[in-house]
């Protein structure tokens, strides 16, 4: 028996769906987001606690914390107004370069570019 569904939950389904193919990008075995929706910052974390110990602006209101070399989390600040953008070469694009493979541990290391061999 189907269940018939509002649009709302429609467009719910669909926005998760989307959030989904773009999570399964990292190599992150887990993601934590908070949006703390008065200060309008989304916090994603890749292991808990994060326990960084540097703090690496990427772009405007981009920041990547890091613990040695390990990526731990990152911070976008103003995040309701990055909604819908997407260019080439922003902070968003160098963020997901940093955290592009993963170490034997399961977490998020930095990319430090080309391989050399």
Sequence with gaps: MATTLTSSTHDLVATCRAVASEMLRLSAPHVWVDYDQEA????MSFRKPQ?????IEVDDDILVREDGRMIVGLTILNASARRGRRKAGT?????????THST???LLA?????SRG
Excluded: C, E, F, Q
């Excluded at 309008?40 to 916090?43: A, R």
């Excluded at 326990?51 to 703090?55: E, R």
């Excluded at 902070?91 to 955290?99: C, E, N, S, T």
């Design 40 to 43: 309008d910052v989304l916090y």
């Design 104 to 106: 034997g541990l399961g």
């Design 110 to 114: 930095i990319d430090s570019g080309p």
């Design 91 to 99: 902070g968003r694009d160098k963020a997901l370069k940093m955290v």
């Design 51 to 55: 326990n960084a110990t540097k703090t």
